[in-house]
């Protein structure tokens, strides 16, 4: 079964510029997370979208949006961006489940996006 | 401090020792994940240890939880050059999940754990 998978793996933008990010969940798993993962810091929650829609976003601007396809797969969007933005992009998936907390996040092998 | 917050934030030992990292955290959880990340690529699951529970084994792997002081620890014994990585503790917090709303998993910063052969 093949795992969850990110395109590109590498992008180097400028700063001003748009980037998008894009994500394919494992088969069957409907909903997918967006962390961006700076030099030196841990995970920051981006993005988790379920069924469509976007159930929580963190503490980032606006900037950062996304969307999730009908077939679950989904793309990150980076507006107008800066050169702090500069990081890795990590997406996950899981089974959505409504009670007792999730189980454990299947993660890409990320994007490295780099602002010049 | 921030919500799963690891320590030690480094930690060099020898092949053959033992490896123990500590999370804490600040509100109440379902679950806490460990995971691991090599060198700035994905992460990998390694064990899930759920609020009822208190303490799992996989393998080398041993993981505690401590409700009442709301930390956890991962130890690794015996431990080998390939378990050079970072390690991530991941809460997911209770509450929201009975309001229907979000359900919030943090991640802490990380242990970046260097065995030397």
């Known amino acids: 079964e093949a795992g969850v998978t990110q395109s590109p793996t590498h992008l180097i933008k400028t700063r001003g510029q748009q980037a998008t990010l894009r994500c394919s969940p494992i088969?069957?798993?409907?909903?997918v997370y967006w962390y961006q993962q700076a030099l030196g810091l841990g995970l920051q929650f981006l993005l988790w979208?379920?069924?469509?829609?976007?159930?929580n976003r963190g503490n980032f601007p606006p900037r950062f949006s996304g969307r999730q396809f009908p077939n679950y797969s989904s793309e990150l969007n980076v507006n107008a961006l800066e050169l702090e933005d500069s990081a890795l992009y990590l997406c996950?998936?899981?089974?959505?489940?409504?009670?007792?907390?999730?189980?454990?996040?299947?993660f890409g092998p990320g994007t490295r996006l780099t602002v010049l | 401090s921030q919500q799963g917050e690891e320590d030690p934030q480094a930690l060099s030992i020898q092949e053959g020792e033992n490896a123990t990292m500590n999370c804490s955290y600040k509100?109440?959880?379902?679950?806490l994940q460990w995971y691991r990340q090599n060198s700035g690529r994905g992460l990998v699951h390694l064990i899930l240890?759920?609020?009822?529970?208190r303490e799992k084994h996989s393998g080398r792997l041993r993981v505690t939880l401590d409700t009442s002081k709301k930390s956890s620890s991962l130890l690794i014994t015996a431990s080998r050059a390939a378990d050079t990585a970072s390690y991530f503790c991941?809460?997911?917090?209770?509450?929201?999940?009975?309001?229907?709303?979000?359900?919030?998993?943090?991640f802490g910063i990380g242990t970046k754990l260097q065995v030397i052969p």
């Open positions: 996950a998936s899981s089974p959505f489940i409504t009670t007792g907390g999730r189980d454990e996040q299947f």
């Open positions: 088969s069957g798993h409907t909903s």
């Open positions: 979208y379920d069924e469509g829609e976007e159930r």
């Open positions: 509100t109440s959880i379902n679950n």
């Open positions: 240890i759920r609020s009822n529970e």
């Open positions: 991941a809460t997911d917090e209770a509450p929201q999940i009975h309001s229907g709303g979000y359900q919030k998993v943090t």
